[in-house]
């Protein structure tokens, strides 16, 4: 069938017009074959050959790689030449930063490692700049452990959990536009983000109240008191929940457990915070 498509001279560049809804931005075919996972392969591998591109992006430049939804479509893109470290476009958002923000299966996250993608992002090139632990621990909110576990696998693999952001060109404009709206009232999580974006994991953790996710960074040595550029550091960004993290890891932390999977919750009270138990000890 593609053949005939292209035969018929159906152009591989032409792009599906966005629905944000879906989280689609001007996709190629190959997109949407990857969008299939292993399954379309055969489907890959037709496109491929008739020169479609590995290193393709959307409108925001992020990579047809970060799409990947298992393991087995990653090993296969990268060996026809897709770029593991692949960065363009107004977002310079790296396949292992889009694979983390769309909080992939860890299969996803643990080939990309495997094919040797920087797991620091070089995010430091511009755009968007935030490493892949930012993404992730910013987008898993509504997926905290799954989030977890995913930050762990990054955290053994030496991402660096004080990596701040540096955001350049658009981004940047967003940053201080989105300050200046924080100043004047604005409770936007949207504003939030934009506005705290030098931050690095542990800020942002605190900033959406992802308490498991503040436990595994503050077990993994991050720094609390570390600030962005606003001069803001995460104990302040953190809300009535994570605070309570911030302030049992500073009276009692040797009372605190590490399992580096698993939230930072006072020993023997593993599943449950409690705050009675945690400023009893």
């Known amino acids: ?39 379309a392969l055969p489907v890959m591998a037709e496109l491929l050959r008739l020169k479609a591109d590995p290193n393709s992006t959307d409108a925001l430049g992020l990579p047809l790689l970060g799409n990947s939804r298992d393991a087995a479509t990653v090993e296969f893109l990268v060996q026809h030449h897709a770029d593991v470290n692949f960065q363009t476009g107004v977002a310079k958002v790296s396949p292992l930063g889009l694979s983390a923000a769309r909080v992939s299966p860890a299969s996803v996250i643990s080939k990309l490692l495997e094919l040797r993608a920087d797991v620091n992002g070089s995010e430091a090139r511009g755009g968007l700049g935030h490493s892949a632990l930012v993404n992730l621990t910013w987008e898993s909110k509504t997926v905290q452990q799954g989030g977890v576990q995913l930050a762990a696998l990054l955290v053994r693999a030496r991402a660096d959990v004080n990596a701040s952001g540096r955001a350049t060109g658009l981004f940047r404009c967003l940053e201080l536009g989105f300050r200046a709206a924080l100043c004047l009232g604005s409770r936007s999580s949207f504003a939030s983000f934009h506005a705290n974006s030098s931050s690095g994991p542990l800020g942002y953790a605190a900033l959406g109240g992802h308490a498991p996710m503040v436990s595994l960074l503050l077990a993994s040595r991050a720094d609390p008191d570390l600030p962005n550029s ?51 000890i």
Not at 232 to 238: D, E, G, I, K, S
Request: with cysteine; hydrophobic share 35%.
């Open 230 to 280: 606003r001069g803001v550091t995460p104990r302040q960004l953190a809300d009535a929940q994570t605070q309570l993290l911030f302030e049992c890891m500073e009276c009692s932390p040797e009372e605190l457990t590490d399992s580096n999977t698993q939230p930072l919750f006072c020993k023997d009270n593993a599943n449950d915070w409690d705050e009675q138990r945690c400023f009893s």
């Open 1 to 39: 069938m593609i053949q005939r498509l292209v035969q018929a001279k159906a152009c591989m560049r032409t792009r599906c017009k966005p629905l944000m809804n879906a989280d689609v931005l001007t996709w190629t075919p190959l997109h949407l074959a990857v969008q299939r996972g292993s399954r």
